[in-house]
T-cell receptor
Framework: SQTIHQWPATLVQPVGSPLSLECTVE??????LYWYRQAAGRGLQLLFY??????ISSEVPQNLSASRPQDRQFILSSKKLLLSDSGFYLC?????????????FGPGTRLTVL | SQQGEEDPQALSIQEGENATMNCSYK?????LQWYRQNSGRGLVHLIL?????REKHSGRLRVTLDTSKKSSSLLITASRAADTASYFC?????????FGKGTLLTVNP
């Protein structure tokens, strides 16, 4: 069966510090991978998606970046965090198991920038 | 901008009652999906309805899709306290899903 992991679960960082969030998927190959951000009480905002190793599409210009160094690893980074980067970050994967576009989400990382 | 918009933003009902949530969207879609999110957790996929389908059932869930009105509804029958969560519709096109802001459903025991 497929599983998706995210870490850390919770993170408190000062403004201006770097960020690295990691997402890994098990039990599937060549998944599409996604990073979303959810502000408090809001819907999900798609940040990045990747359809293969080294292939990153950015949806929203900001001070975040993403990388996919391995097939089942997706990393969200920032060189200098802003207060507005606070939120709940969700990683998701999509494959061809059942339905096109059905996505499976990780448990999320709650980031607080102080 | 958000593609899907759920209505109402919040809904509070008693256990055993039915809950209906609506979603409207703006552009053409391949499919529409509903997800549930318990507080502070990731999203869980509930049901997907394709653009050529009008109605779909899964357990206590019933989803309808009206592409002429660009709208969908999610009906949860015989609600339970465990159904308390936020519910999001998401429209699928190409590689991407676009989510609405969600409906917060509270089922009171």
């Amino acid at each position: 069966s497929q599983t998706i992991h995210q870490w850390p679960a919770t993170l408190v960082q000062p403004v201006g510090s770097p960020l690295s969030l990691e997402c890994t998927v098990e039990g599937t190959s060549n998944p599409n991978l996604y990073w979303y951000r959810q502000a408090a009480g809001r819907g999900l905002q798609l940040l990045f998606y990747s359809v293969g190793i080294g292939q990153i599409s950015s949806e929203v210009p900001q001070n975040l970046s993403a990388s996919r160094p391995q097939d089942r690893q997706f990393i969200l980074s920032s060189k200098k965090l802003l207060l507005s980067d606070s939120g709940f970050y969700l990683c998701a994967w999509e494959g061809q198991l059942r339905s096109y576009n059905e996505q499976f989400f990780g448990p999320g990382t709650r980031l607080t920038v102080l | 901008s958000q593609q899907g918009e759920e209505d109402p933003q919040a809904l509070s009902i008693q256990e055993g009652e039915n809950a209906t949530m609506n979603c409207s969207y703006k552009t053409s879609i391949n499919n529409l999906q509903w997800y549930r999110q318990n507080s502070g957790r990731g999203l869980v996929h509930l049901i997907l309805i394709r653009s050529n389908e009008r109605e779909k059932h899964s357990g206590r869930l019933r989803v309808t899709l009206d592409t002429s009105k660009k709208s969908s509804s999610l009906l949860i029958t015989a609600s339970r306290a465990a159904d308390t969560a936020s519910y999001f519709c998401a429209t699928g096109s190409n590689y991407k899903l676009t989510f609405g802001k969600g409906t917060l459903l509270t089922v009171n025991p």
